[in-house]
């Protein structure tokens, strides 16, 4: 499966944007649909996972509350709605694919090409 993130930009603190993730290739709802970012010299980290049906989702302690994964099957296509936005979370922000919902990179097989979100105090 191909994935295509967009929706990133620049924001004021305490703004909000809403990240789209284009699937194609293969059937998306047999992925589990996870958003990770990386912030510049930091390690990619895990955002928010949404599985297969959209029934179950997961969020790191750091958005949980401000975020909200979730997905569109019939549109091949996944989101992350970023409310009341830090200057922390300032990072490119990477949908990926796996087989089930999880919070580990290993665990997916197929990334997009990351979108920018930088967020001013």
């Known amino acids: 499966v191909q994935l295509q993130a967009s929706g990133g930009g620049s924001v004021q603190a305490g703004g909000a944007l809403r990240l789209s993730c284009a699937a194609s290739g293969r059937t998306f709802s047999r992925y589990g649909m996870g958003w990770f970012r990386q912030a510049p010299g930091k390690e990619r980290e895990f955002v928010a996972a949404?599985?297969?049906?959209?029934?179950?989702?997961y969020y790191a302690g750091s958005v949980k509350g401000r975020f909200t994964i979730s997905r569109d099957n019939a549109k091949n296509t996944g989101y992350l709605q970023m409310n009341s936005l830090k200057p922390e979370d300032t990072a490119v922000y990477y949908c990926?694919?796996?087989?089930?919902?999880?919070?580990?990179?290993?665990?997916?097989?197929?990334w997009g090409q990351g979108t920018l979100v930088t967020v001013s105090s």
């Open positions: 949404i599985s297969r049906s959209g029934g179950s989702t």
């Open positions: 990926a694919a796996a087989l089930d919902l999880s919070e580990y990179t290993s665990s997916y097989g197929y």
